[in-house]
């Protein structure tokens, strides 16, 4: 998770007061359940192509993922 650290601590977030509080795991982050959690979006105008396609296939191989996960953001694989 991006933003934890030594100091930072994940807790435990209910969506609204009909809900149980979820604690963030990487499961309820990949399926959507915790509620502060949000995806990452790549843009580009257009079909990306060049430098644009070869660094959005790169993150999404699994040397990229392996990355993702090395810097404790949550993988899409």
Do not use: C, W
């Amino acid at each position: 998770m991006g933003y934890l650290t030594d100091t930072v601590n994940a807790i435990s977030v209910k969506k609204n007061d009909e809900t149980d509080a979820i604690y963030p795991t990487e499961e309820v982050i990949k399926n959507g359940s915790y509620p502060i959690s949000r995806p990452l979006h790549f843009y580009t105008a257009g079909m990306a192509e060049g430098l644009a396609k070869d660094f959005i296939d790169y993150v999404l191989s699994e040397e990229g993922q392996q990355i993702v996960d090395e810097m404790e953001f949550v993988s899409i694989k």
